[in-house]
């Protein structure tokens, strides 16, 4: 409730008379006229501005967290694809209410500036020798993290799914030593085309049903 509504709501002892400007004096701080304004209807700008908003509180509540439990098991969203997320999470609603397109590029923007915890920054692949250096907080953090969204009540174990990815190179010419002439300065013999790559792909629910493993 914004400040001219509750001094409307608070109104004034009974010596005081009962008119906007009376109630304006009494309580300090605010403008007759809006409480004028407001007595009739208007709403505040803070109303207005939610009321423009492309989603409601509750809805940018479900977008943040999402962000930052994608954070959390190591899987950052890019901006660009943040004003997709939001056009998904209006899809719940009734079909006269969704909107008919996703928000303009500068809405990630504007939703770091309404919810402080965000932080927008810029990150680029860790060298690999690095990388394994800390593997293993990363890995106990991801899985603090997943066990607490799988102790969530609405997280059904036979919806939850694990999806394991494993490839093997076939034919990949590996190096020889040849003699050549002095002044031939290639390091190669020939193109690396022809291999062959051979991907598994196997896919287990938390509840031991699973799918046949697929060959690449």
């Not at 066990?147 to 694990?162: A, F, G």
Request: hydrophobic content about 35%; aromatic content about 8%; proline content about 6%.
């Amino acid at each position: 409730m914004d400040r001219a509504s509750q001094v409307l709501a608070q109104g004034v002892p009974p010596s005081v008379p009962k008119s906007y400007r009376a109630l304006a004096d009494h309580h300090g701080n605010i403008s007759y006229s809006t409480l004028y304004h407001r007595a009739r209807g208007r709403p505040s700008r803070e109303e207005k501005a939610q009321e423009q908003q492309y989603l409601r509180p509750y809805e940018e509540e479900v977008i943040v967290k999402y962000l930052l439990q994608m954070a959390d098991l190591s899987y950052l969203i890019q901006m660009k694809f943040i004003p997709s997320l939001a056009f998904s999470v209006t899809r719940h609603r009734p079909t006269i209410e969704r909107p008919l397109k996703a928000p303009g590029r500068n809405w990630a923007k504007a939703l770091e500036e309404r919810h402080l915890i965000l932080l927008a920054r810029r990150v680029k692949a860790l060298d690999w020798n690095r990388h394994e250096k800390n593997i293993y907080k990363k890995i106990v953090h991801w899985f603090k993290v997943i066990k607490e969204v799988l102790q969530d009540p609405t997280i059904l174990v036979e919806n939850v799914y694990n999806m394991d990815e494993t490839r093997v190179m076939l034919s990949m010419p590996s190096s020889v030593k040849v003699l050549i002439s002095k002044y031939d300065k290639r390091d190669y013999k020939g193109a690396r085309v022809k291999r062959t790559s051979v991907t598994a792909i196997e896919c287990i629910s938390g509840d031991g049903r699973y799918l046949n493993p697929i060959i690449i």
